[in-house]
């Protein structure tokens, strides 16, 4: 699995917002609306298995990354949205770091497979160091995708 073709340039959002953990969640699942990700009736729904999620153990695997998932039947093929808070924000993260990049990733159950790669995939390169630096450096969604891609070349 190639993680930068889950990830399509429209759901990279560079310019987050909310300075909380819930608001940034809300925003980017109303951005995936947005590009046509995920319809009307699936935002309070997604947005609440996601709140869910979070009551289960913060998502926020350190070195200023987090990685908000869930298995949710409302889509067919597995979504990812990408967030950077320019300024951080506290996710509860395992290092008590504010987190700056944010890897939401929604998947159809019967995509187990595809989910858990992803999920492997931006855990290896959030803690790698050299990975992890870029990341907090990347602004753009051109940046982040052919980020990816870089990184994909290295693993």
């Given at each position: 699995m190639?993680?930068?073709?889950?990830?399509k340039?429209?759901?990279?959002?560079?310019?987050?917002?909310?300075p909380?953990?819930?608001?940034?969640?809300?925003?980017?699942?109303t951005?995936?609306?947005?590009n046509?990700?995920?319809?009307?009736?699936?935002v309070?729904p997604?947005?609440?298995?996601?709140?869910?999620?979070?009551?289960?153990?913060?998502t926020g695997i350190?070195?200023?990354?987090?990685?908000?998932?869930?298995?949710y039947?409302g889509v067919?093929?597995?979504?990812?949205?990408?967030?950077?808070s320019?300024?951080?924000?506290?996710?509860?993260?395992v290092?008590?770091?504010?987190?700056?990049?944010?890897?939401?990733?929604?998947?159809?159950?019967?995509?187990?497979?595809?989910?858990l790669?992803?999920?492997?995939?931006?855990?290896?390169?959030?803690?790698?160091?050299?990975?992890?630096?870029?990341?907090?450096?990347?602004?753009?969604?051109?940046?982040?995708v052919?980020?990816?891609?870089?990184?994909?070349?290295?693993m």
């Amino acid at each position: 699995m190639q993680f930068s073709k889950l990830v399509k340039k429209k759901n990279v959002f560079s310019d987050l917002a909310s300075p909380e953990r819930e608001g940034l969640l809300r925003e980017m699942v109303t951005k995936l609306r947005e590009n046509e990700e995920l319809t009307e009736a699936d935002v309070e729904p997604v947005y609440e298995a996601l709140l869910e999620r979070e009551r289960l153990g913060s998502t926020g695997i350190g070195k200023g990354v987090a990685i908000p998932h869930i298995r949710y039947e409302g889509v067919d093929h597995v979504v990812v949205g990408v967030g950077r808070s320019a300024n951080g924000l506290d996710f509860s993260a395992v290092d008590g770091e504010p987190v700056k990049v944010v890897f939401l990733i929604i998947a159809p159950p019967a995509k187990n497979d595809e989910y858990l790669s992803a999920l492997r995939w931006v855990t290896m390169a959030a803690r790698d160091d050299y990975n992890n630096k870029l990341l907090q450096g990347a602004r753009t969604p051109t940046e982040f995708v052919e980020l990816f891609r870089d990184i994909e070349e290295t693993m």
